[in-house]
């Protein structure tokens, strides 16, 4: 816009000077001949322009000056176009029969013409088979909740969320048989009349059974291992083998390696759980500082069920969230809060009027006139977190300002909570969002290692360090060790615990532009922290988070490193066994693990 508006007033003032210079009459005016430039000296003067000739420069100059002035009037481009949502330019509709498959944050898509929700089992054998026989990709894709899109494909995904019925409950055993495409929210409500839930839950009810089991997801508490260690058995609708039952009695070697097999191995049909009683839990929040957590971080991993710690980088700030059954003989705790609601959001309030001054001079109230801006008495701590960092999200003083914002509202917010596990567990992560989390041995509860700590220490170090606009929280999480060999925390040693560490960094914004800044300095941030720590703590990202390299060096290192911590051999060569035609695979799982000739 500013090269148009300068060329076009680089013409309007050429042309004035035509004809409006008053001290050289405009059929003596100077106008440089193209012959000169080319031309070699002559002995005789140039000859004077003739009128034909100035009629002819003055039409050029007329023909700019209105193509100029046509292209910027019919193409305008307002000053705050920055901050309009991003859309994707298209040459030509799409196709009726094209589809579209997003991850939640939108940070991974693909299109395909072979998106499959079969509503059966049998439908589902069918469709594996001729499949198979085609060697048409069919990958299984579930919610679409993994910030890696772990489950996408380009050339053909099979999705059950069609298949979502509770098929047996088992009430003396607190056992219960599902379809694999059922949500957890969806479980939960369906099992509660038998007085059932789940063993742990992640951060979110969204994810179907199927895909939370693949990708070994966990909830938090140093007794309580991931999600995958609920399963009894699993039926898996295989390529080559057709319709298998697996579980640790009847083929314990491939049923502790499909728990979380990344759906490379067969397509999750149907799965057994192990469930637990239902409960009331009583979740207490507190903010406290690292110097402290040291002196008491043993005791609060031993002493209760659930307990997670979120930290507010550029602050000392940790917040301690824990959750324990109610008790039966005191009851609910009695509690009144110190601060309402709105005087717990009130310093992010203000902050957000505050730069909104600042960064939009023509947002003067909380809410403007044309009904765009919200009011920001009814956004949530999230939203308003969100709508502070999309004004500047990689402006490092002002991402600090919001996380010193953060930890007063948190200070604000201590208290107790009483709701049911799936109510209580539960945890609003916000908005859309590029993290990266991993997980790492932290000793065991009888002898902590105490390296979850430092380990937290050192990032925070590097990220005041490398002066990395990171926002809060660092969410740190903790489970007992898996028996799944594909599990980050999986061990041998029963009393093993592992600590789970995301950073992140959120995407407040659809302008493109921006996204990608977010996006490359994210991964900035995750590389240097892949760098300085991975290796040091034998840290292995979460498999919904994990993102492949697009440098060969960098892929050739990764895949060496899974090596070190994963049976990858045994997986590729059941991947051989159950589906040698590859069509349940996709590219990130042929990144990760290449098959060759000789596995």
């Not at 839930?197 to 070994?216: D, K, M, P, Y």
């Not at 709701?419 to 989390?437: H, M, N, P, R, T």
């Not at 493109?512 to 991964?523: L, P, Y």
Request: glycine letters at 6%.
């Amino acid at each position: 816009m500013q090269r148009a508006l300068s060329i076009r007033r680089t013409l309007l003032s050429l042309h004035h000077r035509l004809l409006f210079n008053n001290s050289v009459p405009l059929k003596h005016h100077p106008l440089p001949s193209i012959r000169t430039l080319s031309s070699t000296p002559s002995a005789s003067p140039s000859p004077l322009p003739s009128d034909a000739e100035i009629r002819k420069y003055l039409g050029y100059t007329a023909l700019l000056v209105f193509c100029g002035a046509a292209t910027y009037y019919s193409f305008p481009f307002s000053e705050d176009a920055k901050h309009k949502k991003a859309q994707i330019f298209r040459y030509a509709p799409l196709p009726e029969d094209l589809h579209t498959v997003s991850n939640w944050s939108g940070t991974h898509e693909v299109q395909t013409r072979n998106f499959h929700q079969p509503e059966s089992v049998e439908e589902l054998e069918k469709l594996v088979k001729e499949a198979n026989e085609k060697r048409a990709t069919i990958r299984p894709v579930g919610s679409g909740l993994s910030p890696n899109g772990i489950g996408l494909a380009r050339a053909g995904m099979v999705n059950l969320a069609l298949l979502d019925k509770v098929l047996e409950v088992d009430k003396e055993k607190k056992r219960v048989s599902v379809q694999a495409g059922i949500r957890v929210q969806g479980l939960v409500d369906e099992i509660k009349q038998y007085g059932l839930t789940l063993q742990n839950f992640a951060s979110i009810r969204e994810q179907q059974i199927g895909g939370i089991v693949q990708v070994g997801a966990h909830g938090t508490g140093a007794k309580l291992p991931p999600v995958d260690e609920q399963v009894i058995s699993m039926k898996l609708v295989t390529p080559a083998k057709g319709t298998i039952e697996v579980s640790k009695e009847k083929d314990p070697d491939l049923f502790y390696l499909a728990r979380s097999g990344l759906g490379g191995l067969g397509v999750v049909a149907e799965v057994t759980l192990q469930c637990v009683e239902r409960q009331e839990l009583v979740e207490h929040t507190t903010v406290s500082n690292i110097k402290e957590i040291k002196k008491n971080h043993k005791k609060m991993l031993s002493e209760n069920k659930h307990v997670k710690y979120l930290h507010i980088p550029y602050t000392d700030t940790v917040v301690v969230v824990t959750c324990n059954p109610v008790s039966k003989w005191k009851g609910p705790p009695k509690f009144k809060p110190t601060y309402t609601k709105d005087e717990a959001l009130q310093h992010l309030r203000d902050l957000y009027r505050e730069s909104l001054k600042k960064y939009r001079a023509d947002v003067m109230t909380a809410k403007s006139p044309d009904g765009t801006e919200p009011d920001i008495n009814e956004l949530s701590f999230t939203e308003l977190r969100d709508k502070l960092l999309a004004l500047d999200p990689l402006n490092k003083e002002h991402v600090i300002k919001v996380n010193q914002a953060e930890a007063e509202f948190w200070r604000k917010s201590e208290g107790y909570r009483v709701g049911w596990a799936d109510e209580i567990l539960g945890f609003d992560c916000g908005g859309q969002q590029w993290v990266s989390e991993t997980c790492f041995p932290s000793g065991t509860l009888a002898k902590l290692s105490m390296k979850d700590l430092e380990y937290i220490e050192e990032l925070k170090q590097l990220i005041e360090k490398e002066d990395i606009p990171a926002p809060a929280p660092i969410e740190q999480r903790w489970t007992a060790r898996s028996q799944s060999l594909m599990s980050p925390a999986y061990s041998s040693v029963q009393d093993d615990i592992f600590s789970w560490v995301g950073i992140i960094m959120y995407l407040p914004t659809m302008d493109a532009r921006q996204r990608k800044e977010i996006t490359d300095e994210f991964f900035n941030y995750r590389h240097l922290t892949q760098k300085q720590l991975w290796d040091q703590y034998s840290a292995y990202e979460h498999w919904a988070k994990i993102e492949v390299p697009k440098d060969k060096e960098e892929l050739a290192a990764l895949q060496a490193r899974l090596r070190k911590r994963f049976p990858v051999d045994s997986y590729n060569k059941a991947r051989k066994e159950l589906d040698p035609n590859r069509i349940l695979s996709n590219n990130m799982l042929e990144k990760l693990f290449p098959l060759s000739d000789t596995t």
